[in-house]
């Protein structure tokens, strides 16, 4: 299908740290599923929600529900394993995000090496790609891995943002303007290719502007900063103002290139 640059930049809203703060007490409260509900009033586009291995946020009953109880397309993430790709088959979400898995990790550090991990990941993008899912695949701004994730089958690539957002954290202006010239370019190759472009891993208010005004991005996926921020500013304001920051710097990229 062919797609059109500067198409409506979606937001998905990834409610794992609700879990992580319910899961702190154990029992029910805060509840992801209350935050997804939300997060659809707020003006989200999608509800994004990682089952990880060890199960040390989001939990399986969290996905059940997700899938029975919010409208908004699901975009569960995963790792390429048999366990995961049963569960995936058998709620077949909107999407399926596959990402690299470590236990001892905090959080997802870097992309997926699918040029590396070619033989493995192929049926998993397949299988999930036949049961219905968009196959997404988590990777680095990297053109050997972009062009890994087109040959591979898939119809969408996430870009890892990390390096960017930690670039802006440190103020520290050549790397800013390094990381987004890899990014950009990514961004232009995986399009041209015909993938699908999606980005995300650790955006802030600080941070989305220059991801959000490239026009081939389709969706951003942020989690942790917004669940964070909304302790002090409520989940409702704090959603709305990302999107209204990511719509502002995609209507000004607009006007630039057609003054
Ligand atoms: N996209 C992917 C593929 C991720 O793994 C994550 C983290 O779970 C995110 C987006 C969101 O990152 P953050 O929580 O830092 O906004």
Known sequence: M???ANAKLRLGVNIDHVATIRNARGGMHPDPVKAARLAAQAGADGITAHLREDRRHISDADIDRLMTEI???LNLEMAATEEMLAIALRHKPHACCLVPEKREEVTTEG???????????KPYVTRLAEAGS????????????????QRIGAAVVEFHTGAWC?????????????ELARMQDA???????????????????DSVAP?????????????HFLIGEAIFGGLDSTIRRMRSLMERARSQALGRQSA
């Open 211 to 223: 991801i959000a005004a490239m026009a081939q991005v389709r969706e951003l996926n942020i989690g």
């Open 71 to 73: 409208d908004l397309p």
């Open 166 to 178: 930690e670039a802006v954290i440190e103020a520290n202006a050549p790397l800013m303007d390094k």
């Open 187 to 205: 961004v232009m190759l995986a399009f041209d290719l015909g993938l699908e472009v999606h980005a995300g891993h650790g955006l802030t208010f």
């Open 111 to 121: 992309g997926l090496d699918v040029a590396g991990g070619f033989a493995h990941l």
């Open 2 to 4: 062919s797609q059109t």
């Open 134 to 149: 968009r196959v997404s695949l988590f990777i680095d701004p990297e053109p050997d891995q972009a062009g890994a994730a």
